[in-house]
């Protein structure tokens, strides 16, 4: 089923006569050597090519004597008039976009009237260069969207890279002898022949505990990610210099209310300005709490938005039951799709090279087969992605009663009685986060993120290099001034939401050539929901999400307001079932494979002893497997590039 019906707000035609969408990629090189102009052009191709997945409906490059940017588009509006680089007046600006400013239209009108710029054709990336120009390099902060930015300013010969807020868009960065490479994935930076992919040993542990690697460093040596909220300014005769320009941890608390109305026109306003495309754009409506209410403020604006279930063999009727109720009640058209169950082992290594930056969530392989199935039908999907993080949807937020119970009787029995009481049902380490539990949840949150056992980590620590959780442990004494719930709410929305969450959905997405979208993260959103006390959003164990679980008792049916929460299917056990064990023990035992190489053998043959051992070990293995596969695809095969067109290069 196929609509290129134009979706969400209406543009007059006497106000903008053309309007386009800026999802894409972008890769380039800020020069620290002499390079020649053709050398410069080359290497930003190579880098572009490598991710025409992002973008296959074009491909530009850019050079400047001090730097060089390839751009790959993804059309989604005006399909004609989209292409990068954007630029100011006299051409000294130059500016790519990966992602969408949802605010341009305002943008537009503020540049009328404050300056009397009038830009009445292009992409919502044509405000930037001008934003810059007479806002400077805090310009960022009036833009509403998703991005991944890159200035380059001739006037001064600099360079300014920007991630947005919340690190929905990804942007990766090496500093070597020659240049400062960059792009939105790191397999262009491999492609500029000045970056060589590598594992970071020190950054294994830390991923096989948190299936991400923290902070600003990557599973490659020598590249980093820049962080949500920065960014790197590069200038002649001057290093590199990372700065902060947006921080969710500041925001302090300002009401003790719900504020429910408050909420509901946010995301509905949200919603609206992400419903703008030419291209077929759909709801991901899975019957849960959060897609539900997305695609209700989506019937809001635009009589044409469609909602896709998309179910897999073994996904529960009674989610899709609830899909179709969602979709009836509120009028909207409802189109399911079937997904294939795959094969992980077989498709291991395609997968590796758009999950990219790995991340070792085993919702990554059945995310890009939804991601596969829409994009059959569109190329812009809302999703719900970002309320548990800011609302309170997962169970680590709270004690259930028994843990509370249990953390009673160690507190007034002392560890020793009351753990031979509890029948020492907890382990060690958890007796210790429930002790602390009333002074700090840190060792509580600790806990539910990570995800090696105690063996684990005493037959690894010889690997260790790093404290994988001195991230978490920073965020949250940044989070200090915050109540003890909003506190984990806003460690997750610094970490593991753009480390694995949004950087899943990007690739997953991405592989696809299709664009997802979050209207959660509208930053709005993350400002309101950290100003609204914890107590507010979690009611118990049976109620999280309490705010939205309200809102949804507006609007949708109710039983999806107190519908208990579905995560994604997770079928790891399967995929490496007693048949697949011999493959599993080739990858990761046989002599010369990374991981014989590198990590503890007593160690690994316990994880593979049999197929027992593998699914009592399941999520290990899993990491391990993602890992290897790293190594195999990048570092062994030397893969970046996908099929990719030749590039045409600006003056």
């Avoid at 590249?223 to 320009?245: I, S």
């Avoid at 209207?519 to 309490?546: C, Q, S, T, W």
């Amino acid at each position: 089923m196929r609509s290129h019906l134009r979706c969400g707000l209406q543009y007059p035609t006497d106000e903008v006569d053309s309007i386009a969408a800026s999802m894409c990629g972008f890769a380039g090189l800020y020069a620290l050597a002499p390079f020649a102009r053709d050398d410069l052009a080359a290497r930003a191709a190579a880098m572009a090519a490598s991710i025409a997945h992002r973008g296959p409906d074009a491909q530009s490059v850019l050079v400047e004597p001090f730097a060089a940017v390839g751009f790959r588009r993804l059309a989604i509006v005006d399909l004609v008039t989209g292409d990068q680089p954007v630029q100011n007046g006299d051409g000294s600006i130059q500016v790519f976009l990966n992602g969408e400013i949802y605010n341009h239209l305002e943008l537009r009108e503020r540049l009328r009237r404050d300056h009397g710029i009038d830009i009445r054709t292009g992409s919502d990336a044509a405000v930037l260069p001008f934003l810059y120009e007479h806002y400077g390099p805090d310009f960022v902060d009036l833009c509403n969207g998703m991005f991944a930015i890159c200035v380059l300013d001739r006037r001064d010969r600099s360079c300014r890279l920007y991630r947005d807020r919340l690190g929905i868009k990804p942007l990766y960065v090496a500093i070597t002898p020659q240049a400062v490479v960059f792009g939105s994935e790191l397999k262009a930076l491999f492609a500029s022949g000045l970056c060589a992919p590598a594992i970071d040993e020190a950054q294994l542990v830390p991923f096989l505990e948190l299936f991400y690697v923290p902070g600003a460093a990557t599973i490659c040596r020598g590249v980093d990610k820049l962080m949500p909220g920065e960014r790197l300014v590069l200038q002649g005769g001057q290093p590199p210099r990372r700065e902060r320009w947006w921080r969710l941890a500041s925001v302090q608390p300002a009401r003790d209310d719900e504020a429910l109305d408050e909420l509901d026109a946010l995301l509905a306003d949200a919603t609206r300005l992400q419903l703008m495309a030419d291209v077929p754009i759909g709801i991901s409506l899975s019957g849960g709490l959060d897609s539900g209410l997305i695609a209700h403020y989506a019937s809001l604006g635009s009589t044409h938005v469609r909602a896709y279930t998309i179910a897999f063999p073994d996904t529960d009727p009674g989610e899709l039951d609830c899909a179709r109720q969602v979709a009836r009640k509120l009028g909207i058209e409802q189109v399911e799709i079937s997904a294939p169950a795959g094969d992980f082992l077989a498709e291991l290594d395609a997968t590796t090279f758009f999950n990219d930056e790995p991340v070792a969530d085993p919702a990554f392989y059945p995310a890009l087969l939804v991601a596969r199935a829409a994009a059959e039908h569109v190329k812009v999907l809302l999703a719900g992605s970002g309320a548990d993080e800011l609302f309170a949807g997962y169970g680590h937020y709270t004690l259930s009663p028994k843990l509370q119970a249990g953390r009673l009787l160690y507190l007034a029995l002392g560890t020793g009685l009351g753990g031979r009481l509890a029948g020492n049902r907890h382990s060690a380490a958890t007796r210790r986060a429930l002790r602390a539990y009333g002074r700090t949840r840190l060792p509580w949150h600790a806990l539910a993120m990570t995800h090696l056992g105690d063996a684990d980590r005493r037959a690894l620590q010889p690997l260790v290099r790093r404290d994988h959780l001195e991230e978490i442990a920073t965020a949250f004494a940044a989070c200090g001034h915050l109540d003890a719930r909003n506190q984990q709410l806003c460690v997750d929305a610094q970490t593991y939401l753009p480390h694995q969450l949004l950087s899943l959905l990007d690739r997953t997405t991405m592989a696809a050539s299709i664009e997802g979208r979050v209207p959660f993260l509208d930053h709005r959103i993350a400002e309101f929901a950290m100003g609204v006390h914890g107590r507010h959003k979690y009611g118990g164990v049976r109620e999280n999400k309490r705010m939205l679980r309200r809102l949804a008792a507006r609007h949708l049916p109710a039983g999806v307001a107190v519908r208990k929460k579905h995560g994604f299917p997770n079928s790891v056990e399967q995929w490496l079932g007693p048949d697949r064990l011999p493959a599993v023990r080739e990858q990761l035992l046989d002599a010369g494979t990374f991981a014989a190489t590198t990590f503890p053998k007593p160690w690994l043959q316990s994880l593979l002893a049999d197929a027992g051992a593998v699914r009592r070990n399941a999520l290990t293995v899993h990491s391990l497997l993602v890992v290897e596969s790293w190594h195999r695809v990048f570092c062994r095969s030397g893969a970046t590039v996908a099929a990719g067109a030749g590039a045409r290069a600006h003056a």
